[in-house]
Structure formats: structure tokens, C-alpha cells
């Protein structure tokens, strides 16, 4: 048993199982690039498993349609991570035992290494040997006497490889559990706010559309601060391109929540607001037209609804604007009565008959295309409606009835049969808001960060070794000297340093004009 | 800002020229790879000596074989004139984009493909200073004229200032960088390919140079491509945390480069792993090349997500 666990331990850890789990991961990872994603579009993922039958239904219990949430994603995550630790527990001692190592005894034969050179000087041993250790300064050496008279000098260099190496290696592990702490700790609201001076504070779940709470995050605790939406602009090239987007909003945060300062800030696409530790912001923007309604008793009512663009390029929007009629408490009574003013905005309207289209996204030339309905709205069913669109159920059904069609420009009024008036009054903007939080963002960056710094270390920077022998020449005093060189991990590159290595020092040692031929020709 | 019409169009030409002057040079090289024997095995021999022997050997410039095969040997520097003619005027046709818009010129496929081929000649020219390989250059130039051509032809855009989206001093560092990264990709993804078909039908690429050659050029472009790719992809993090709302979402384009970068890392550790040198490291390089051209082209045109802005 100890025997499986520790063959499956050593397997787990191997250089090559992290291979190997680093490519299940980059092929984990990829269905989410092909395949659509709830967490990022869940209507594409009803679309694609509506249109693949069986199939479609499949992946979704495969958890295909939350890949990087799902526990096959996970479990590689994890075995990586694992086999990580194990990879780098031995290396780390290896390594702090590296580091007051010596370097390894001089080969026999130099001559049987990739680079070396031999040659021989005027110099004594002792000189050479004094010019050697000059020039190796800054690598580690060790000088040694061998048996048969000769000296010789080891030197390594390039330590900082596997500093770097190591370094990236813990980079990617602190970035994992980063990414985990974030995981936890994180939320992500999103709320469309009228850019008429409403506001909106970060207070509770409740006051977004939308809102995505980490693991840890229920919603009672978020971090507390307003944000008022005083007006926006957009501006746009001839051509209907957007040039900028600018909200200009004021805050508050901190102290000023009791104070009831407000500060100001042009929120744009580029630049969030940070303030109180989370970060606002601006992802889209929206038109929002007002109506208003004065019932046959007088009674007025004036509704400004965020409608939603249904063409990006020119702001052709869609939306229900709906009305309670008031004072009418029997339940019955009012379902006969609500109203809906339902259809198309344009920004710029353009007019083919009486069809309407818009021609830019900006405001130019304003005008609604709308039905208006009266009856039974559904909203007292209990069931949640979309805030753009009018209940199918209920116009099916007969109990929600068209009771007037028209294109509308501000000013326009259209009068029912029962003497209702409706006003196109005119139309407001709203942007679209995100809410971000992330404590452990800051600490991601800082490990990737480590991450490449160790990668380049660890690439850049190559282990070598060079070793010296000095044996005293048989005849006519003088010394045989003779260098070897090795690079530990990849060759390439070496040989120039090598060669520097060996050209320096004889330049040192000043040898004879043939002993300069010798340098030259020192290429095989 | 206005577009400057005219530098737009003077950027045009030089784009097509650059790209003429690429194709001219790579029939050249195509020319001396088919009828440089003698110099090819003159090569063969010295890098032999290389592989084992100290690498310095390589840089020296081959004087004697000069004069022993005089034509191809012309040709085959006309062909490296040729393209360096053709990189200045890449270069220049970039820059006078940028002046004509006033912004960073690769805010769109058309400009970040004119981007990343510049950068790949660019790199291709280095190698060639270090290893004898000039004749590899058809290969190397075939993809970058392919790419020019997909890129002028069917993605041209006009020149104009970006979406808000883009309106970022991130623009300039963020593509640039992955530009630089995949652009010089390029290049150990097709000497890898070539070394796969070196070791595995050796009879169909004698005139290939020896695979321990293809191996270091390989392997030593990436190791400096790949830190540039990874400082990519971390601007682009940084950057989408400003622009996005978060710094990663496995949006598709984050995604595929999570998956090309995985896949060099590997190709990295493959290199120091005991039986995965060699060949099965070459495929590995393969793979992560393919990624990249996938994640240029299928993401950018197939898929919609956050990075769309193409404008293709
Ligand atoms: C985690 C975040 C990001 C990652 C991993 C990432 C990755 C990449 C990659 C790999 C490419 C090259 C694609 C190719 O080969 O075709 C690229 C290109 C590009 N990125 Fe990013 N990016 C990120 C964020 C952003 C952000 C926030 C923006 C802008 C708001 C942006 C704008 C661009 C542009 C304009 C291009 C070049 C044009 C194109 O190919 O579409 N990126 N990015």
C-alpha cells in the first residue's frame, strides 16, 4: 500500500505527468472557446442545446456549458497543483543544497568536452593560475592540486537559472491560490441607472439587475458607497462610430457617506471609477423615452422605462413602458384597465412609409414606434416579466388588446377610445453599470508578474561550467594550459563566452606571435 | 482626430510593395535553395562541426564557398537585400498609417496581421545572421505573403480612429506585445515543421539543413518569443480588468492564448524532458503555432466575444 502510494506520489510529480497535466489543461480549457458559456451568454447555451437535441442536452450534464467550473476542469486544476507541490518541495532542498555545493571535480580529459582549447605559455603555473582566477571573477570556483602536479580550477556559473526557475514555478502556485481567494471573496452586480441625476447605491443584492457573488459572498457585507449619474454623452463620427462614451457621475464613499460630500468623476470606457475598494464601471448605455398618460379622470402618470437596443450600430431600441391605472384598488377591475405603450425607439428616425428604422445612434431625430396595449398585464400573475417586452400569454389569450398604432415624435399625443391621452414627452439616456470587486486581483498581478521575471531568468540564463588546468611544459619551462567548457542545459550560445573566456586570458599571459596563431586556429 | 487620406493611401502602396518585394524574394530563395548544392553542402558539413563542436564556428562568414558557387550564392544574397528592402517598406507603410490616423497602428486585423508579418521578416532576419539557413527563407516567406495577402485583400480596412473600447495607452503595449509574440513564432513554427519532415522523410529534404540546426533555431526564437507572448497576454489581463471589468473571463481570445501559452510552456519543458526532445518537442511547437493562427483567424471571424473589435 505505502508502495502504490508512493510510486502514485512520484508518478503524480514527475516532470512528465506535469506535462502531461499541462496539456489536459490547455485541451480542458478549450471547449469553453467553441462551445457557448452560461456564464457568459446563457441564452446562446438554450439556443445551441434547443438546435443539438439529445446531444446538446448531453453536454450540458458533461457540464460542457460551465467548463471552468466544472469538477473535470477542476480535478486537472487540482492534480497540477498537486503535482506542482511535489515537483518543487525536492527541488527546493536540492536547491539550498546547490548553494554552498562546490564545483565538480576537473574532468580527466578536457579535450573530450564540447568547447576546449590547449595551449602553452611562457607564464609559471602560478601565474596562470593567478590570471585565471582574475578572469573567472564572479563565477564560483574551487582550486584543486592533482595527483600528478597539475592544478586546476573549476568554475560554474549561471546559478540564477534555477533561482529562476524556481521562482516561476512558486509564481504560478501563489497565482493559483490568487485566483482561488478571488474566487471566494469576489462579487460582480451589474444596474442601469437614468443619467438624469438617479442613484444608485452599493448597499444589497437587491439594488442590481444582476449580480454574481463569489463562493464566500452572501451580500449582507458589501462595501458601501453611491454613485449619482448626472447626465452622459456620447459622441459619434459622421460615419456612426462611436468616438466616446463619457458619464458624468459623482460619488460618495467612506467618510463622505456621513458627511454627504459628493465627489465628482467622468466615468468612461477606459477608466473606471475605484473608490472603497471596488471598481464601477461604464459598460453600455442605453435611450430611454418618456411617456405620459393622462386618464379620462384627469389623473396624469409619467414613466420614463429604460428601453433595450437591438442594433448596436444604430441604437434601434425595443421596450414596454407600462401603466397601472390609478386609484383603482378592485384587482379585477384594473386588470381590464392597465396599459402598455410597447415598440421601437430611434435615436434618428428614418422612415420608409410607415415603417421606422433608425439611421445613427445618436440623438438627432427622435421618434417612437409604438402599439399601445390595454387589458390584463400579468403582472399580478406572480410570475416575473421581462421589463421589455408586454406578456405574449395575455395578448394570446385575448385579455391584452391593441387599441393603437403610431409613430410618435416628441410632442405627438395619441387619444383612445376612452378619452385616455398618451405623450411621447421626450427621451432620457441610461447607462449600464458594473460593480466589481476583487481583493485578490492585486496579488494575481504580482505573481504573474514573478512569473514572467522567473521565466526569463530561467530561459535567458544558462548553467555552465569552464574548468583551467595548469601542467608545468616538460621542456623549456613554461605552462601546458588547458580549458574545457560545458553548458549544462543548452549548448548553444557558450561557445562565443568560451571563447572570450579563453582569448582574454591569453591575452593576459601576452603569448609569442605563433602562440597567437595558435588562438586563431583554436576552431576545429 | 481626422484620417489623413493621403498618408493612408501612401501606406497602402507601401504595403503592396512590401509585400511584392517579399514574393520576389522569395522566388530568389527558392532559386538558391534549388541550385545552391554545393554551397548547401558546405553548409551541411560546417554545421555538423557546429552541433558538436563550439557554436562560433556557424556565424563565420563562408568567404571560400562564395566564390565556389557564385550564382546561387547572388542570388541568394539578392533574396536577403531584397527582403530587408521589403521590411523598411513594411515598416514605413505602419508608421504612415499610424500618422494618418493619430493612434497606434494595429487597432485592427488588417493592421495587427501587418504587424505581426513585419515582426516575423524582422525576426527571420536575425536567425539569418546567426545560422546558416538563408535558403530556408521560401518557407519562412511563403506564410508571411499568405498572411499579407489575406490580410491586404480580404481583411483590408480602411483606416480610421478606433471604438472607445481601444482608446487606451494599453492599445500601444497590449498588441504590441502579442504582435511581437506571435509574429516571431512564426518562424519556429515553420523551422519546427521542417524539422519534423527532415527526421521523418529524410529523402524528401536532403536539401534541408541538419535537424540539430532547425532544433536550435527552433528553440532558441521561441525562448525569446515566449516571454514576450506571456508579457502579452498579462498586459492584456491588466488591461481588461481596466476595460472589461475583470482582468480574466475565458473569453474566447483568452482562452485560446491561455491554450497557445500552455503550449509552449510545455514546449519549453519538453526540451528538458528525457525523451521528448526532438521530434515530439517539434510537434509540441507545431501545435502551439497552430493555435496561435487559430486564434487570429477562426476567433477573430467564426466566434463573437469581447475581443471583436477586428473591424474586419
Ligand atoms: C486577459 C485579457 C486578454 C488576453 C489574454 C488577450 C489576448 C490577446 C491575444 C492572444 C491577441 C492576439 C490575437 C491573435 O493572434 O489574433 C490579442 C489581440 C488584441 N487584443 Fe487582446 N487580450 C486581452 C485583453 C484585451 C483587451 C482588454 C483589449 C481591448 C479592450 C484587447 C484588444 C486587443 C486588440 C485590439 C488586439 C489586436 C486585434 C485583433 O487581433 O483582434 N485585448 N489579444
Not at chain 1, 452599493?202 to 447626465?231: A, Q
Not at chain 2, 493619430?102 to 525576426?123: I, S
Not at chain 2, 521528448?276 to 483567424?297: C, E
Request: one cysteine or more; proline letters at 5%.
Amino acid at each position: 500500500m505505502t508502495a502504490f502510494l508512493r510510486n502514485t506520489w512520484r508518478g503524480l510529480t514527475s516532470m512528465r505527468t506535469a506535462l502531461v497535466l499541462l496539456f489536459l489543461l490547455a485541451l480542458a480549457a478549450l471547449p469553453g472557446a467553441l462551445l457557448p458559456q452560461r456564464s457568459l451568454n446563457s441564452q446562446k447555451v438554450d439556443e445551441y442545446i434547443a438546435s443539438h437535441g439529445w446531444w446538446g442536452e448531453l453536454l450540458g450534464r458533461l457540464e460542457f456549458y460551465n467548463v471552468y467550473g466544472s469538477v473535470w476542469f477542476s480535478a486537472v486544476y487540482l492534480l497540477l497543483f498537486i503535482s506542482l507541490v511535489g515537483c518543487l518541495l525536492p527541488r527546493t532542498f536540492e536547491y539550498a543544497k546547490s548553494l554552498r555545493a562546490k564545483p565538480v571535480l576537473t574532468p580527466r580529459n578536457l579535450a573530450r568536452l564540447p568547447h576546449h582549447h590547449e595551449t602553452t605559455v611562457d607564464a609559471t603555473p602560478e601565474q596562470v593560475m593567478a590570471a585565471a582566477k582574475e578572469r573567472l571573477k564572479g563565477w564560483r570556483m574551487t582550486e584543486r592540486e592533482e595527483d600528478d602536479g597539475a592544478r586546476s580550477i573549476s568554475a560554474e556559473r549561471g546559478y540564477l537559472r534555477e533561482t529562476g526557475n524556481l521562482l516561476f514555478h512558486f509564481a504560478m502556485l501563489g497565482l493559483i491560490v490568487a485566483l482561488a481567494i478571488g474566487k471566494m471573496f469576489q462579487y460582480e452586480g451589474q444596474v442601469i441607472v437614468l443619467a438624469n441625476g438617479s442613484q444608485f447605491c452599493n448597499s444589497g443584492t437587491l439594488g442590481y439587475d444582476s449580480f454574481r457573488p463569489g463562493l464566500r459572498v452572501d451580500g449582507t457585507d458589501l462595501n458601501p458607497f453611491c454613485v449619482k449619474v448626472n447626465d452622459f454623452t456620447a459622441n459619434y463620427l459622421p460615419t456612426g462610430q462611436a468616438d466616446y462614451f463619457r458619464a458624468d457621475i459623482d460619488y460618495q464613499s467612506g467618510a463622505d457617506l456621513e458627511t454627504n460630500t459628493w465627489r465628482p468623476y467622468q466615468l468612461e470606457v477606459n477608466s473606471p471609477l475605484r473608490t472603497a475598494g471596488d471598481r464601477v464601471y461604464l459598460l453600455s448605455h442605453g435611450y430611454a423615452p418618456t411617456f405620459t398618460v393622462t386618464f379620462p379622470d384627469g389623473q396624469t402618470r409619467t414613466h420614463t422605462t429604460q428601453w433595450r437596443p437591438v442594433n448596436q450600430l444604430t441604437y434601434l431600441s425595443e421596450g414596454a413602458t407600462k401603466f397601472d391605472p390609478p386609484g383603482v384598488t378592485d384587482p379585477a377591475e384594473r386588470r381590464k384597465r392597465q396599459l402598455a405603450v410597447t415598440g421601437l425607439f430611434a435615436p434618428t428616425a428614418v422612415f420608409s412609409g410607415d415603417l421606422m428604422d433608425s439611421g445613427f445612434p445618436d440623438l438627432r431625430d427622435p421618434a417612437v414606434a409604438v402599439d399601445v396595449m390595454r387589458g390584463d398585464l400579468g403582472s399580478d400573475s406572480g410570475r416575473g416579466q421581462s421589463i421589455y417586452e408586454v406578456s405574449q400569454d395575455m395578448v394570446d389569450q385575448g385579455r391584452l388588446k391593441r387599441v393603437a398604432r403610431e409613430n410618435m415624435r416628441p410632442g405627438d399625443v395619441i387619444t383612445l377610445d376612452d378619452g385616455t391621452k398618451i405623450s411621447f414627452d421626450g427621451v432620457q439616456r441610461w447607462v449600464y453599470l458594473q460593480v466589481s470587486h476583487d481583493p485578490a486581483q492585486g496579488w494575481v498581478l504580482v505573481f504573474a508578474v514573478l512569473l514572467v521575471l522567473g521565466l526569463g531568468t530561467s530561459l535567458v540564463i544558462k548553467r555552465r561550467r569552464l574548468w583551467v588546468r595548469t601542467v608545468p611544459a616538460a621542456e623549456g619551462g613554461g605552462t601546458v594550459l588547458l580549458l574545457g567548457g560545458l553548458a549544462r542545459t543548452d549548448q548553444a550560445g557558450y561557445g562565443e563566452e568560451f571563447g572570450r573566456v579563453t582569448e582574454d586570458l591569453l591575452a593576459e599571459l601576452a603569448p609569442s606571435p605563433e602562440r597567437e596563431d595558435a588562438v586563431a586556429g583554436r576552431e576545429p | 482626430m481626422d484620417v489623413n487620406e493621403m498618408m493612408s493611401s501612401y501606406s497602402d502602396w507601401c504595403y503592396g510593395i512590401a509585400a511584392g518585394a517579399y514574393v520576389v524574394a522569395m522566388l530568389f530563395y527558392l532559386y538558391e535553395q534549388a541550385f545552391g548544392q554545393r554551397r548547401r553542402a558546405a553548409v551541411r558539413e560546417r554545421e555538423l562541426v557546429g552541433a558538436g563542436g563550439p557554436t562560433e564556428t556557424v556565424d563565420e562568414p563562408a568567404e571560400p564557398e562564395i566564390q565556389r558557387n557564385g550564382r546561387a550564392e547572388r542570388v541568394g544574397k539578392l533574396a536577403v537585400s531584397l527582403t530587408v528592402f521589403g521590411v523598411l517598406l513594411h515598416f514605413t507603410s505602419l508608421v504612415l498609417r499610424g500618422l494618418a490616423t493619430g493612434r497606434a497602428p494595429w487597432g485592427n486585423m488588417y493592421e495587427f496581421g501587418a504587424l505581426l508579418c513585419l515582426v516575423a521578416v524582422g525576426t527571420w532576419l536575425v536567425v539569418l545572421r546567426k545560422y546558416p539557413v538563408r535558403h530556408l527563407g521560401v518557407w519562412v516567406l511563403l506564410p508571411v505573403i499568405v498572411l499579407m495577402f489575406v490580410g491586404g485583400v480580404l481583411l483590408y480596412t480602411t483606416a480610421a480612429p478606433v471604438q472607445p473600447a481601444l482608446q487606451s495607452y494599453w492599445l500601444v503595449i497590449h498588441v504590441f506585445t502579442i504582435a511581437t509574440g506571435s509574429g516571431m513564432v512564426l518562424v519556429p513554427g515553420v523551422v519546427s515543421a521542417l524539422y519534423l519532415l527532415k527526421v521523418r522523410k529524410p529523402a524528401w529534404a536532403t536539401r534541408l539543413p541538419d535537424a540539430n540546426v532547425l532544433d536550435q533555431v527552433a528553440y532558441r526564437t521561441t525562448v525569446f518569443a515566449f516571454p514576450i507572448y506571456t508579457a502579452g497576454i498579462i498586459f492584456g489581463a491588466v488591461w481588461a480588468e481596466e476595460s472589461w471589468g475583470r482582468f480574466w473571463g475565458w473569453d474566447p481570445k483568452e482562452t485560446v492564448a491561455f491554450v497557445a501559452w500552455v503550449v509552449y510552456a510545455a514546449y519549453l519543458h519538453s526540451r528538458a524532458t528525457a525523451g521528448w526532445r526532438g521530434g515530439r518537442a517539434a510537434v509540441i511547437n507545431v501545435v502551439g503555432f497552430a493555435a496561435m493562427i487559430f486564434n487570429l483567424f477562426f476567433i477573430n471571424l467564426v466566434t463573437t466575444g469581447l475581443h471583436s473589435y477586428a473591424g474586419v
